[in-house]
């Protein structure tokens, strides 16, 4: 068996992201999900309120002008796996450079460690 | 509003722990696996009559990347489904970073480690536990989810209805939530077990692999 590289998987699992955004999650269950059917069948689905930001570009998982139902729902899904890859890589990128920086404080203040 | 705090310090916590903890070289995997609890909690499966189900993903992603980047990935998911998609209010979003990223993730991760003392150190029993700490991490969350509707609910219905309600539901909810963290861990179990932090024991095919020795620091 080849061994994958790192860049390999991570890749391998945006492009499986990206196809499950894209062409499954416009034939999922639109029925109400655990909480809210639960939330309904008691009677405190009332207490939600709406949501500030409901009149977005890509609010409840639709891109705004696209008028295609499923290639609505579709796109909206591969842009959030987009945005939430590269604003999970920013945070989680900004440690290592700071990590890094200061490993290499650390070393140069005790040379005799390394 | 408590919610909102205890979430807020859970997520502050696990950001500093995981700049100690995450290598360098795996913040793309935490980047995947928010990127891919995102895709996986649109695809709603229906689990009875008119009620559907859909990934919570902090048992999935806290078994990939740890207690710390786990939750804070996951975070990252509810934060840009709130912002962006209008899925989950923003005074909600404390109290869905607690039920959906820090409960399940921690409470997954730990069902999940125990099993796996228990069980031989093999991929099937990765797989295995990744299935059933899933299936409880939903268990667990919907439960805590009535603990906070008993203490500060703003709905009328009585709590036992609601608890009796929420855990039979939420079990069905759980088999998809082992199913699909089942598949995924195991994906990647498969090919570089070292990638994955409730795995990195189990070495890969090959003897020797030189970068497979920097591991977490």
């Keep these: 068996m080849t061994r994958k590289g790192l860049t390999a998987v991570v890749i391998g699992g945006l492009i499986v992201a990206s196809g499950l955004a894209f062409f499954v999650s416009p034939l999922a269950s639109s029925s109400p999900d655990g909480l809210e059917k639960v939330a309904t069948d008691e009677g405190f689905i009332d207490t939600a309120e709406d949501h500030d930001l409901a009149d977005g570009p890509l609010a409840d998982y639709g ?13 909206s899904g591969v842009i959030g796996v987009a945005i939430t890859f590269g604003v999970a890589l920013v945070l989680f990128g900004i440690f290592h450079s700071r990590r890094d920086g200061s490993r290499a404080e650390r070393d140069a203040r005790s040379p005799a460690a390394g | 509003m408590a919610t909102g705090v205890v979430s807020a310090g859970g997520i502050g916590y696990s950001l500093m722990r995981a700049k100690e903890s995450l290598a360098d070289r795996l913040a793309p ?15 709603n499966f229906p689990v009875a009559a008119g009620t559907s189900g859909h990934l919570l993903g902090g048992a999935l992603a806290c078994i990939m990347v740890g207690p710390w980047a786990g939750t804070v ?18 005074t909600a979003l404390g109290t869905n970073v607690l039920l959906i990223s820090i409960i399940p993730g921690w409470s997954g991760l730990a069902i999940f480690l125990g099993l796996r003392k228990m069980l031989p150190s093999n991929r099937g029993s990765v797989v295995a536990a990744s299935f059933v700490a899933a299936l409880l991490s939903v268990v667990i969350a919907a439960f805590a989810f009535v603990i906070l509707y008993a203490v500060g609910g703003t709905g009328n219905a009585p709590v036992n209805t609601v608890l009796t309600a929420m855990l039979g539901v939420h079990f069905l909810v759980g088999l998809g939530e082992g199913l699909i963290t089942a598949l995924t861990v195991g994906a990647v179990v498969s090919v570089r077990p070292d990638l994955v932090y409730g795995a990195e024991d189990l070495v890969p095919d090959l003897a020797i692999v030189p970068d497979v020795a920097v591991g977490r620091s």
């Design chain 2, 73 to 90: 990935a996951v975070a990252i998911v509810l934060v840009v489904q709130a912002l962006l998609f209008a899925d989950g209010g923003l």
């Design chain 1, 63 to 75: 891109v705004q002008g696209v008028d295609d139902r499923s290639l609505s729902t579709g796109l």
């Design chain 2, 29 to 43: 995997m935490a980047g995947l696996v928010a990127a891919f609890v995102f895709a996986v909690q649109m695809l």
